[in-house]
Structures are given as C-alpha cells and as structure tokens.
C-alpha cells in the first residue's frame, strides 16, 4: 500500500513570496491534516479536511495560508506572503476515519524562507 | 502553551538495555495518548497508543505506561536495539474531540552498540 506522498521535499523562497506544498493521502482514507513542525518543536495541527470539507482549522494563519481539498482526496497547502517564521517543515498526514484512527505521515516538505 | 512536555530533548541507552522515555500532559480532556517514532528526513511513524481507560499496553518490546492522577506517561523499549535510535513524539488526543493530536517537543533517544 502506497503511503502519504507529499511534494516538493524541499522549497528554498525569499520572504513575501508565495509557496504552495501538494499531498497525495493514502488511498481511502477519508481524514486529511496538515502539520507544521518548527524546528525543535513537535508537530503542530494547522488543518483537517473530512473528505473535502474542514473539521478544524483554528490554528491556520488565515491571512497567509490557505489550504483546500478538492474532490476529497488530494490537498494543496499554499503560503502566501511568506514570512521567515514559516520556516517549517510542513507534514502531511491522513486517516481512515476522524475518531481514534491512526494518522499515517508523509515525509514532510522542508521550507526555508531567506 | 505547550500541553504535552517531553522535558528530556536527549537520551543515550547501551544496546540491550531498557530505555526510558518520559512525556508529562496539562490538559485534564486528554483521554488517549500514542507515540511517534521520526527518522531523519522522515515523516513521523505510529509505534504505540493507550486510551485513558487503561495503564499500561504493550505491543513487543514497546510497553506504555500511563499515570492519569500525575498526568505521566512513559514508553519503555527492552532490549534497546540500534534500529531504535531515532526521535520519540508524546501526542495527546482530546475526548470527543476531531483526532488532531497535540505533540511534544520530542527525545532523541540514541543506541549505542
């Protein structure tokens, strides 16, 4: 079984510049998050898509990042103006379900911001 | 306000031994708790969990332990092998809640041969 894809694995832009980030979940599963993990942090939920509908996205810096679901299987992350704190890595996760189902990760897009 | 506290960012085991790895949570609404296990350049990867109902799981030589009263929890690995080196993530999911997890600041645990 395929996992979580996630492209690119690394993105190198310059402040106030825009980035979008794509993730391919698991086939089936109907849950997908996005993570941002700084560095010597822990991942931190920024969205969750049920199918191509959001079921949280409270921690989303709205006025510069955007994501959306289409057809409820991939998700692009997009950023835009970049700041140097988004220097991330930005992890994308999916799950069968929304209660207590495992969360499988991909391999997470690096993001520098110069 | 960081809820899930892992306050050792480093931890060094001799092969075969058992490693200890410990993780503290604030939130009383927390009722189900895993561990991650991250390689470099890797997204995280689910190694165990135990729901608020339990004290202890085990799953191989990986054994949770959790502690409601002191709001603890640990993760036991024996025999401590190579392979494990890598970093551990404590994450918490609240009940009723959506299954978005809230992480820990993670431990590097590394083996030595």
């Known amino acids: 079984e395929a996992g979580v894809a996630q492209s690119p694995r690394y993105k190198i832009i310059e402040k106030r510049q825009s980035v979008a980030f794509w993730c391919n979940p698991i086939?089936?599963?109907?849950?997908l998050y996005w993570y941002q993990q700084i560095l010597g942090q822990g991942p931190k939920l920024l969205i969750q898509?049920?199918?191509?509908?959001?079921?949280?996205d409270s921690q989303l810096p709205k006025d510069r990042f955007s994501a959306e679901r289409l057809k409820g299987v991939d998700s692009t992350l997009k950023i835009q103006p970049a700041k140097l704190e988004d220097s991330a890595v930005y992890l994308c996760?999916?799950?069968?379900?929304?209660?207590?189902?495992?969360?499988?990760f991909g391999p997470g897009t690096r993001l520098l911001v110069l | 306000d960081q809820q899930v506290k892992q306050n050792s960012p480093s931890l060094s085991v001799q092969e075969g031994r058992i490693s200890i790895l410990n993780c503290d949570y604030t939130?009383?609404?927390?009722?189900?708790f895993l561990w991650y296990k991250k390689y470099p350049a890797e997204g995280p990867t689910f190694l165990i969990s135990?729901?608020?109902?339990?004290d202890k799981n085990e799953d191989g030589r990986f054994t949770v332990f959790l502690n409601k009263s002191a709001k603890h929890l640990s993760l036991h690995i024996v025999p401590s092998q190579p392979g494990d080196s890598a970093v551990y993530f404590c994450?918490?999911?609240?009940?009723?809640?959506?299954?978005?997890?809230?992480f820990g600041t993670g431990t590097r645990l590394t083996v030595i041969p």
């Open positions: 996760a999916s799950s069968l379900g929304d209660t207590r189902e495992t969360q499988y």
């Open positions: 086939s089936g599963h109907a849950t």
């Open positions: 898509f049920q199918n191509n509908g959001v079921v949280d």
């Open positions: 939130n009383s609404m927390f009722d189900y």
């Open positions: 135990i729901s608020s109902i339990k």
């Open positions: 994450a918490a999911s609240v009940r009723g809640g959506a299954n978005n997890l809230f």
